[in-house]
């Protein structure tokens, strides 16, 4: 995607959410029958598909962040089994606040995050 596309850092929301268009844009270069709708717009991932998942990269104030397939895959044991969910979902924010990207956990893992309430402003930096 490529112009400006307004972003939040929310430690509230579980996911990467993006713009319903995005999302489907973005399932476009998954490897075939990697992922299936599962309900309410989300979607499971073969698990053994995460490490051919595309890198999805985005520019923020100048700088690149790059997300694995393993950072926005969700692994989800409960009774014996794993199932692995896309960390990823479609939200479409009216104007004059959207369209919009919700930084989530799923960015939030990999990117140590300080936010600087004093000065208005937000940095990140790789996650040890």
């Known amino acids: 995607f490529s112009g400006e596309i307004k972003a939040i850092a929310d430690t509230g929301t579980s996911l990467l959410a993006i713009p319903k268009d995005q999302v489907t844009a973005i399932l476009k270069t998954f490897p075939d029958s990697a992922v299936k709708p599962l309900a309410a717009g989300e979607y499971t991932v073969d698990c053994a598909m995460v490490s051919s998942m595309p890198t999805i990269s985005f520019t923020i104030a100048g700088k690149e962040f790059a997300l694995e397939g393993s950072d926005y895959v969700l692994s989800?044991?409960?009774?014996?089994?794993?199932?692995?969910?896309?960390?990823?979902?479609?939200?479409?924010?009216?104007?004059?606040?959207?369209?919009?990207?919700?930084?989530?956990?799923?960015?939030?893992?990999?990117?140590?995050?300080?936010?600087?309430?004093g000065n208005n402003r937000l940095g990140f930096a790789l996650a040890k």
């Open 76 to 117: 989800v044991s409960a009774g014996g089994q794993t199932e692995c969910l896309l960390g990823i979902m479609g939200i479409d924010v009216p104007a004059p606040r959207g369209p919009l990207w919700i930084l989530g956990d799923v960015f939030l893992r990999k990117y140590y995050t300080k936010f600087d309430y």
